[in-house]
């Protein structure tokens, strides 16, 4: 491990989690593709590039994660609108059970080795009076 | 900055995005670029008067990693999978062991063809005497000769079946192994098929004797893992699975 890794690290951490958060969006309301995506957009540090979620949105499809529907647009062409499919509700359902752990597992973790004094990893509490 | 500018840089971005996408397949090019046209039509009418469209193609990103968000391997295919993560199997998880159980019933029916084979001679003269009797309880006058063509006919006729059967199961296997959906429908059609062949025939000429027993025995066993393997085939991580794989939808579906 070096210094400067974590950028690296959390870069392939947002792409892992990055189709289990626009399951999430899905979860309450039908969102289309341009409205998802400048939402996403608008996170910080949730996309890179707008344009990189559409491929994920085609996958999600592919995988039956998401459906699909096309709607009239009173201002312009046809819209595609996402919703999330059975199969996605329980992925995100599974998702956030493993993310919670995960997340307070690594939260214990670092709030406890940020109180401990760093030259003293592993010794025992210090007394206090 | 003019329309004219504005509607330059769209298409030389838009130029960029098909010359880094010709590598991707023709459809799931084709969609990306008309998802990403969309995208830009929809923010410059969201902005109002005074497009930035400098703005919008920067945050849209470049062309080149936009298609290799496209390109990349798939969710599951990555093993970041929500049930493979979960420990669950992943999406093809029963996809894989109803393919499995599939080789197992090819094998198994060729042992059956095999075993058909080898006890030719026995089943040949038992079905001949079965017949015989057969004949002279229902006072019919068939020669030797007839009963003998008659049983050649029927034994090839199976074993022709066998090995097709064989194929069968083989061709379906294949095919649920790369998600086609037919395969699914197809194989439980010859299941229900093969369960009424077992039901009403196929005859057994009035045999007895423990080749028959045999046969009948390894028929049961081939029948249970037919059930089995269509048992995985139907789980809704299977279905998942195969609807993964589904050809992509061409035609515009517009929801009232």
Redesign the interface.
């Known amino acids: 491990m070096v210094a400067g890794e974590a950028g690296n690290l959390v870069a392939q951490m947002r792409r892992?989690v990055l189709?289990?958060c626009v399951l999430a969006m899905l979860r309450e309301k039908e969102w289309y593709?341009?409205e998802l995506?400048?939402a996403l957009?608008g996170i910080d540090g949730m996309v890179?590039?707008?344009?990189?979620v559409?491929?994920?949105?085609?996958?999600?499809r592919?995988?039956?994660l998401v459906e699909t529907?096309?709607?009239?647009s009173a201002?312009?062409?046809?819209?595609?609108?996402y919703r999330l499919a059975p199969?996605g509700r329980?992925?995100?359902a599974?998702?956030t059970?493993?993310w919670r752990r995960l997340r307070d597992s690594v939260d214990g973790l670092l709030a406890s080795s940020a109180d401990d004094p760093p030259s003293s990893p592993g010794a025992p509490d210090q007394a206090t009076d | 900055m003019s329309d004219h500018n504005d509607d330059r840089l769209v298409a030389d971005y838009l130029r960029r995005l098909t010359s880094a996408a010709s590598a991707l397949p023709a459809d799931?090019r084709a969609?990306?670029i008309e998802?990403?046209t969309?995208?830009i039509?929809?923010?410059r009418?969201?902005q109002g008067q005074a497009p930035i469209v400098a703005d919008i193609l920067e945050?849209?990103?470049?062309?080149a990693?936009?298609v290799q968000?496209?390109a990349?391997p798939?969710?599951?295919e990555l093993g970041?999978?929500?049930?493979v993560?979960?420990g669950?199997g992943g999406?093809a998880g029963h996809v894989r062991i109803a393919v499995r159980l599939m080789y197992v019933g090819a094998a198994a029916s060729l042992i059956k063809v095999i075993v058909d084979l080898a006890t030719e001679s026995t089943t040949r003269s038992a079905a001949l005497t079965a017949l015989k009797i057969g004949a002279k309880k229902s006072g019919l006058r068939v020669s030797a000769s007839q009963l003998g063509s008659g049983i050649t006919d029927t034994l090839v006729l199976a074993w022709v079946l066998g090995l097709i059967g064989v194929g069968l199961w083989i061709l379906v296997a294949r095919a649920s192994g790369r998600g086609k959906d037919w395969a699914r429908a197809t194989g439980s059609v010859l299941f229900g098929l093969y369960t009424l062949a077992l039901l009403i025939g196929p005859p057994n000429m009035g045999i007895r004797g423990p080749e028959t027993a045999a046969a009948r025995i390894l028929a049961g066993i081939i029948w249970l893992i037919g059930l089995a393997a269509l048992v995985f085939l139907w789980q809704?991580d299977s279905?998942?699975f195969f609807?993964?794989?589904?050809p992509?939808d061409h035609g515009?579906?517009?929801?009232?």
Not at chain 1, 48 to 52: F, N, R, S, V, Y
Not at chain 1, 54 to 60: E, F, G, I
């Open positions: 892992g189709p289990y593709g341009f995506v400048h957009g890179t590039g707008e344009g990189t559409y491929p994920l949105l085609a996958r999600l592919r995988q039956g529907s096309w709607q009239e201002t312009g062409p046809p819209r595609r609108y199969a329980e992925a995100l599974d998702f059970g493993s | 799931r969609e990306l998802e990403i969309a995208h039509a929809e923010a009418a969201a945050r849209l990103g470049d062309p990693q936009i968000a496209a990349e798939s969710f599951s970041a999978g929500p049930h993560a979960s669950h999406p809704r279905s998942r609807k993964a794989h589904a992509r515009a579906k517009l929801a009232n």
